[in-house]
């Protein structure tokens, strides 16, 4: 199993691109408007990615659905990739979100399948060998986030505010721990003060996604406490 992120950075990234992961090549968790992007800047695009995941409805982790849609109508023969999605979000995805640019009932894409192949999910499901159990989160109120534990190996937190319990829980049994931080205000993120409070085993063990573009700053203070970065375009293999 092979995991790279196509970026690391927060929603106002200027300097790399969103927090979407990509899954043995073709497998993308969020597509958010820098991931054509970055899968053009490493010599790639759409037609690598085959099933889609997401955890939830911000810009920075679907905003580049419309792109993937028309691309793969357009330029990729009319293929549909398979977009797995928690029932929950699949109406609030199109009617609030997708619809007013891709819906063109005129050219016969009147609706969300016409562009994917949309897979329901519950708590737990399957991508091609993958198994994912959703784990929901606190991010913003009244609407639905998730991270997962994925082949029970590896907890990625999704977007959420800090929760001890819930990482104590998700991240003692896991090889490794993939969790979100910022650096000031966490109202719907995770503080890396309230991340130094874990114990040691759990911080060694945890690699830091979804920061901004001033991490300089506190990496070394991370580092110290036994935290590890993730980075764009960088391949993490799981035998």
């Not at 996604?209 to 406490?225: L, N, P």
Request: with cysteine; charged share 25%.
């Amino acid at each position: 199993m092979k995991l790279e992120f196509l970026g690391v950075r927060n929603f106002f990234t200027k300097k790399d691109y969103h927090n979407n992961l990509l899954i043995d090549d073709h497998i993308l968790i969020d597509c958010g408007f820098t991931a054509a992007r970055s899968l053009s800047d490493t010599g790639r695009d759409f037609s690598t990615v085959d099933a889609l995941f997401i955890t939830h409805t911000h810009a920075d982790h679907i905003g580049g659905l419309e792109e993937c849609a028309f691309f793969n109508r357009y330029l990729n023969g009319g293929s549909r990739p398979r977009l797995y999605l928690p029932e929950t979000l699949i109406p609030d995805l199109w009617d609030h979100s997708l619809s007013g640019s891709l819906a063109d009932a005129a050219s016969g894409t009147p609706g969300i399948d016409d562009y994917f192949d949309v897979h329901p999910v519950a708590d737990a499901f399957d991508i091609d060998g993958l198994h994912f159990d959703l784990i929901p989160t606190k991010h913003v109120p009244d609407k639905y986030c998730c991270g997962f534990r994925l082949n029970d190996r590896i907890y990625f937190s999704g977007d959420t505010v800090f929760d001890r319990a819930m990482i104590l829980a998700n991240g003692k049994d896991s090889e490794i721990i993939y969790h979100e931080v910022e650096f000031g205000g966490g109202i719907v993120h995770t503080l890396l003060d309230d991340l130094l409070s874990l114990p040691e085993e759990i911080r060694e063990k945890t690699w830091l996604m979804h920061y901004d573009d001033a991490y300089a700053a506190h990496e070394a203070r991370a580092v110290k406490a036994g935290f590890q970065w993730a980075r764009s375009h960088t391949p993490y293999e799981f035998a």
